[in-house]
């Protein structure tokens, strides 16, 4: 009796002990290619003066997504140590800089095309989530470009212009406006 009342102890704390598998949501290649940089990539726009602007991608990470982990990686950290509790899918990010400025933009992509793009600078930042795309067909710049994303908020109070931009799969970042500060894409 002793040894079967040992071995069923023993079961049980064997099974309490076991790490459950988590499932995690898989990003497919059409989803990871929303976001078409690549790294060590450079990318040119024209800002609100004429001047020519390069940024650069200086990151370019695949991995378990959680929200902590996220905001880590838009600041410079580490993103290759999710907290497993609060995984639920994997995402990529990439991250493009411009030195003479110090800003840089930030694009993520998770599952279902659910997008992420945070711009940082010295006067704020500024992050909008939605899903791409939308099939909308936009001229800039004298560039007809198919597949566009438009997102375009004033203020409610004010009439203000608090943010404009344009986003394509193919092309990346075509447009953007903040206060005022703006970024155009040369092909």
Not at 41 to 53: I, M, S
Not at 133 to 145: E, F, L
Request: net charge negative; hydrophobic share 35%.
């Amino acid at each position: 009796m002793k040894k079967l009342l040992i071995l069923g102890m023993t079961l049980l704390m064997m099974s309490s002990c076991v790490k459950h598998a988590q499932v995690y949501l898989l990003l497919s290649e059409e989803e990871a290619a929303a976001i078409p940089y690549q790294m060590g990539q450079t990318v040119k726009f024209l800002n609100q003066n004429g001047d020519t602007v390069t940024y650069e991608v200086t990151r370019e990470d695949t991995y378990p997504y959680n929200y902590e982990q996220y905001i880590n990686a838009i600041h410079g950290g580490d993103v290759m140590h999710p907290a497993p509790h609060s995984t639920e899918c994997y995402a990529r990010t990439v991250i493009l800089y411009e030195q003479s400025y110090a800003n840089h933009m930030c694009f993520t992509v998770k599952p279902g095309k659910e997008f992420s793009f945070y711009f940082i600078s010295n006067e704020g930042e500024l992050n909008l989530d939605m899903y791409l795309p939308s099939v909308s067909s936009y001229t800039i710049n004298g560039i007809d470009y198919e597949h566009v994303h438009h997102e375009i908020l004033y203020s409610q109070y004010t009439g203000e212009l608090l943010y404009d931009w344009y986003y394509n799969e193919e092309f990346g970042l075509l447009y953007f406006e903040k206060g005022d500060f703006s970024l155009t894409r040369i092909p």
